[in-house]
T-cell receptor
Framework: NAGVTQTPKFQVLKTGQSMTLQCAQD?????MSWYRQDPGMGLRLIHY???????DQGEVPNGYNVSRSTTEDFPLRLLSAAPSQTSVYFC??????????FGPGTRLTVL | QQQVKQSPQSLIVQKGGISIINCAYE??????FPWYQQFPGKGPALLIA?????SEKKEGRFTISFNKSAKQFSLHIMDSQPGDSATYFC???????????FGTGTSLTVIP
């Protein structure tokens, strides 16, 4: 039982490049989220999904897209990377009583 | 606008001492208040959580105190150990399936 997995662990992009951060869970939880973590700012919600085919914006959605075609997978797409998107990204799946299970994170640097 | 305000930003405690981290919120619709622990290079992990129908919850050395009238809750770590050195986040949400709002984190260092 792997829980929540994320790939890649590290990524360096040039400004303007696009990429997809992968997230998968094997707990069959409906609710999944993407957060970014920046020093002194805690975890900020980018996008979330309450189930396959349903997504919505969080606090900081600009520059990011998501889709949810299956319960297991919730990829995050950076459309045109900017230095302001340098951050650590965490994917999470939420259990039935509200507990969140986080992945190990992706550290992204945009040059 | 920060939905959940956390203090202090950093905390240094001697081994065996008590670590106290505080959080405050404004939205009275919040009804789930978890604390997460994060070690360097790892994702946050749920430590302990409370709902507003109780004023205190204890799990081992970790206790949440909840003051509904003051809209505040705090994490107490008794007999703090060097292995407790980590970043701690408080959070709040309205019900399962709703958005979580996190505090800005507290970096705890426990010195031997």
């Amino acid at each position: 039982n792997a829980g929540v997995t994320q790939t890649p662990k590290f990524q360096v992009l040039k400004t303007g490049q696009s990429m997809t951060l992968q997230c998968a869970q094997d707990m069959n939880h409906e609710y999944m989220s993407w957060y970014r973590q920046d020093p002194g700012m805690g975890l900020r919600l980018i996008h979330y999904s309450v189930g396959a085919g349903i997504t919505d914006q969080g606090e900081v959605p600009n520059g990011y897209n998501v889709s949810r075609s299956t319960t297991e997978d919730f990829p995050l797409r950076l459309l045109s990377a900017a230095p302001s998107q340098t951050s650590v990204y965490f994917c999470a799946a939420q259990g039935p009583v509200g507990e969140q299970f986080f992945g190990p994170g992706t550290r992204l640097t945009v040059l | 606008q920060q939905q959940v305000k956390q203090s202090p930003q950093s905390l240094i405690v001697q081994k065996g001492g008590i670590s106290i981290i505080n959080c405050a919120y404004e939205n009275t619709a919040f009804d789930y208040f978890p604390w997460y622990q994060q070690f360097p290079g790892k994702g946050p992990a749920l430590l302990i959580a409370i709902r507003p129908d109780v004023s205190e919850k204890k799990e081992g050395r970790f206790t949440i105190s909840f003051n509904k009238s003051a809209k505040q809750f705090s994490l107490h770590i008794m007999d703090s150990q060097p292995g407790d050195s980590a970043t701690y986040f408080c959070a709040a949400s309205m019900r399962p399936g709703n958005q979580f709002y996190f505090g800005t984190g507290t970096s705890l260092t426990v010195i031997p």
